[in-house]
């Protein structure tokens, strides 16, 4: 019996097991043939392991040489014409623009691209000339049947029509990435110990870092006895990326500390009384942010694209103004001495996410949209 062949691709390898080893592991568990392409950074074994066919992608993440680029293009091209797989699917925006026109090229049955927030690429300040050439060649690229896009929030989506990449009847909407409920389950948080205040991203200056340094500073006073600000994540090769001398400048190891890139989030966020979050980046639907509301974490974020999707403002967390220091120091000081308020609201936050981000309900719409291409 033939099993439908699928292709999961994604620009690294460590994304692919954070975000979307469920979906690939339940796939093969329907009867699909699974092949995960995506850049080694030193865990292509660990998804070897796990079963799982692998092919090592021969890309950067954020780098734009037209040559590097050009060679991923052929490259995916070359595979997808080789092993005429059934549904390829791209996670993230570099592999989406060149795995499309892949799939164009070589006359792939059926393509998924899951727009896991548009980094810079739509945004309004950016007046670069990828900004202005990268919808052309989207919708270039779109432009034929079997095609859905898994969309993370409503914002994405509306860029996509409104740039006459596809159109609106060909989106799907699921929000976020998912998160095991039993495995991040609520907890209270802890009853002794300094306070915690984390923020888990990848340490760039969109993602809103040096805006809760500030906001940290501001409060040194009040709480530097009592409190620990812990900054979550690892150095990027983004162009906002923070360098280890920046971190150190404003981390004085106690009161504000980087910890780096972390494998324990969970244990952490067990650890920790309020998560805050205040991105101006186009995110998706922050999984950092998903797993605060299993855990059961009040969370401060931003008003802006994905971030908002995660927190009812005033229930399970506050929204605050993109940038606005202000606001995030205000809520802040609200959140650290009231404990009773970060209790109701981080019970508020396990019941947004039973609501929204079980992962059995993210693998099965993925399944779906699977099934519906090769109907």
């Known amino acids: 019996m033939k099993h439908n062949k699928l292709f999961i691709v994604v620009n690294v390898d460590w994304f692919f097991l954070s975000h979307r080893f469920p979906v690939a592991l339940e796939a093969q568990k329907d009867g699909w043939d699974v092949t995960i392409i995506t850049a080694d950074t030193g865990k292509l074994k660990n998804i070897e392991a796990k079963g799982l066919k692998v092919v090592n992608l021969p890309m950067s993440r954020s780098g734009m040489n037209i040559v590097e680029e050009l060679k991923t293009l052929n490259f995916l091209r070359k595979l997808y014409k080789r092993e005429k797989p059934d549904v390829v699917h791209h996670v993230g925006m570099k592999t989406i623009l060149w795995g499309t026109l892949a799939a164009k090229f070589s006359k792939v049955n059926g393509v998924v691209n899951a727009i896991s927030g548009l980094g810079g690429f739509f945004a ?15 919708k270039f690229s779109h432009s034929c049947k079997n095609i859905l896009c898994i969309f993370q929030n409503d914002d994405d989506w509306g860029l996509y029509v409104k740039h006459g990449i596809i159109r609106h009847e060909q989106g799907r909407f699921i929000k976020g990435s998912g998160v095991n409920l039993e495995e991040f389950c609520y907890t209270p948080e802890p009853s002794e110990g300094k306070i915690k205040v984390i923020l888990t991203a990848r340490m760039i200056v969109e993602k809103g870092i040096f805006l809760l340094t500030e906001a940290a500073e501001r409060l040194r006073i009040k709480y530097g006895e009592v409190v620990e600000f812990l900054l979550i994540g690892g150095l990027d090769d983004h162009p906002g990326a923070i360098t280890k001398e920046q971190l150190d400048a404003v981390c004085d190891g106690k009161y504000i500390q980087w910890l780096g890139y ?22 998706g639907l922050p999984k950092s942010l998903i797993e605060a509301n299993a855990i059961g974490r009040p969370i401060i974020t931003s008003n802006s694209v994905g971030c908002k999707e995660t927190v009812i403002d005033g229930e399970n967390g506050f929204l605050i103004s993109p940038k606005d220091v202000d606001a995030l120091t205000e809520k802040l000081d609200l959140l650290l001495g009231n404990k009773e308020l970060r209790l109701k609201m981080g019970k508020a936050a396990r019941a947004y996410a039973e609501k929204y981000f079980d992962i059995n309900v993210v693998v099965e719409r993925h399944l779906s949209i699977y099934h519906e291409l090769v109907k």
């Open 124 to 138: 309004e300040s950016n007046k670069g000339i990828l900004s202005k050439i990268l919808p052309k060649v989207l």
């Open 262 to 283: 972390r494998t324990d989030v969970r244990d952490l966020l067990q650890q920790c009384h309020i998560v805050a979050f205040p991105s101006y980046y186009m995110e």
